[in-house]
């Protein structure tokens, strides 16, 4: 049982190129989520999805945009990357009502932006 | 005002002891409550839930709620090493799809 699948788990652009972030769950759950972790900063939602078909913005959405490609697939694109958007990045994932907030994580996505 | 606060540690134990976790939110609308750990390097997994005012105990773990004065608290006894880590409190105001992290408290359990 793979849980939530995140690809790719080390990257390093360069100022300006772009790259998309895979995640993919296999547990049927309706909402996705992308936060980015900071030293100091804690866990900082991107963007999330409540379910398939729609997404919101979260805390932190400048310089990112995704897709809910279907209901296992939600992608985090970075169109410009910004050493600013050096970060872990991780997809999470869970069912709606009242088990909101209990969270799957993916592993981690390490992002370098030189 | 963090949503969510706590305070950031390290908090040291000796093994066996007791650990007390602590972790305030601001928005009163809150319903429910989670706590994560997070071994370095890895992704946070849950280890506790709690919906309601009170206690609720899952083995060594106890988590704490009190609505009244916006507080949810984590208890571990009889700490390990292996307890060691990043536990993070975090809120879930209801209806938004979305919960909001506290940045965490790191636990070191000391042999």
């Known amino acids: 049982n793979a849980g939530v699948t995140q690809t790719p788990k080390f990257q390093v652009l360069k100022t300006g190129q772009s790259m998309t972030l895979q995640c993919a769950q296999d547990?049927?759950?309706?909402?996705m989520y992308w936060y980015r972790q900071d030293p100091g900063m804690g866990l900082r939602l991107i963007y999330y999805s409540a379910s398939e078909g729609t997404t919101d913005k979260g805390e932190v959405p400048n310089g990112y945009n995704v897709s809910r490609l279907n209901k296992r697939e939600f992608s985090l694109r970075l169109e410009s990357a910004a050493p600013s958007q050096t970060s872990v990045y991780f997809c999470a994932s869970s069912e709606r009502g009242a088990l909101i907030g209990e969270l799957f994580f993916g592993e981690g996505s390490r992002l370098t932006v030189l | 005002q963090k949503e969510v606060e706590q305070n950031s540690g390290p908090l040291s134990v000796p093994e066996g002891a007791i650990a007390s976790l602590n972790c305030t939110y601001s928005d009163r609308g809150s319903q429910s409550f989670f706590w994560y750990r997070q071994y370095s390097g890895k992704s946070p997994e849950l280890i506790m839930s709690i919906y309601s005012n009170g206690d609720k105990e899952d083995g060594r773990f106890t988590a704490q709620l009190n609505k009244a004065s916006q507080y949810v608290s984590l208890l571990i006894r009889d700490s390990q090493p292996s307890d060691s880590a990043t536990y993070l409190c975090?809120?879930?105001?209801?209806?938004?799809?979305?919960?909001?992290f506290g940045t965490g408290t790191k636990l070191q359990v000391i042999p």
């Open positions: 975090a809120v879930n105001k209801g209806g938004y799809q979305k919960v909001t």
């Open positions: 547990m049927n759950h309706n909402s």
